[in-house]
């Protein structure tokens, strides 16, 4: 097993992870794996979930994946249910399901006379299903799942619950407004649980990626020739950094926040881990 970047000691946690077959999430589970911790993997993809599992367990950790829609509260209570007859009671939540939809994307980043009347899909052309979908599968896909498992946290000191926000909460990007809105409600909804759970042992809080290249923002990022797309190069001039941030270097972040020595009088907040992105005015 691979040393973790803090020494934090997650051994004997049980550590649950939503949307754990995508690229960042994959990547988490690893990071708790390696800190000690017992994770069980969920994902709608349950094939995806099975080969970082297995990975994971390669590796001499401890995992194992369910099938889970995070939208289903009587499966994912289900799924509580049996992670802790299985594994044991959660004491780490890390709610990382969520994504966008094209059906809740706008062609351009702006509107101009003459769109409504063309094949270009506007403002107005935007799906509200889709746009249901997107904000649902964001929020709701992290409020059911914290429903779910939180039954197991409270009255219990050290444990931790760590939504995944986006640089969309601070400033939304454009063409993606479900998206940026469903972030910003994390955010939001990081604070709110933070109070709520304050004075039963939980501490909530969130991690606020900056651009990481990954399957779900693929198309945006890349031309299908593997060249990078205009917005790319928009991102890329707007990061102090240069690049896009690798998946690796969210587990500082994480580390840190889990840390109950560390990070002990510490919820509510949100930590961008985004190259500088947020702090940069453009000029």
């Given amino acids: 097993m691979q040393k973790n970047v803090l020494n934090t000691d997650l051994t004997g946690k049980v550590a649950v992870v939503t949307g754990a077959g995508g690229v960042l999430c994959s990547a ?29 367990r390669a590796e ?11 939208l289903n509260k009587d499966i994912c209570y289900e799924v509580a249910d049996l992670i802790e007859k299985e594994i044991g009671k959660c004491d780490i939540l890390i709610n990382g399901a969520g994504g966008n939809n094209p059906k809740a994307t706008t062609d351009k980043e702006y509107f101009e006379l003459g769109d409504i009347d063309t094949d270009t899909k506007s403002f107005f052309d935007l799906d509200s299903a889709g746009v249901g ?7 709701l896909g992290t409020l059911i799942p914290t429903q779910a498992f939180a ?7 050290g444990c931790n619950i760590i939504n995944i926000s986006s640089m969309n909460a601070y400033t939304p990007l454009t063409k993606i407004p479900a998206y940026s809105g469903a972030k910003a409600a994390i955010s939001n909804f990081t604070q709110w649980l933070a109070v ?7 501490r ?38 240069g690049r896009f941030g690798k998946s ?10 889990l840390n109950n020595d560390a990070a002990s009088f510490i919820t509510g ?15």
């Fill in 28 to 56: 988490f589970s690893k990071t708790l794996a390696r800190a000690g911790a017992k994770v069980a993997l969920l994902d709608l993809n349950d094939v995806a979930a099975e080969e970082v599992a297995a990975e994971i």
């Fill in 60 to 70: 001499g950790g401890e995992a194992k994946a369910y099938k889970c829609d995070v």
């Fill in 133 to 139: 979908f997107v904000f649902n599968l964001n929020f």
């Fill in 151 to 157: 039954r197991q946290m409270v009255g219990r000191e």
């Fill in 196 to 202: 709520h759970f304050s004075r039963v042992g939980i």
């Fill in 204 to 241: 909530v809080n969130a991690i606020a990626p900056g651009f990481f290249s990954t399957k779900q923002n693929a198309a945006l990022l890349w031309n299908p020739d593997g060249s990078p797309t205009a917005r790319t190069g928009k991102i890329l001039a707007a990061t102090p950094m």
């Fill in 248 to 257: 690796e270097e969210l587990d500082g972040s994480l580390l840190f926040l």
């Fill in 269 to 283: 907040v949100v930590i961008p881990v985004d190259g500088g992105f947020s702090a940069y005015s453009g000029v």
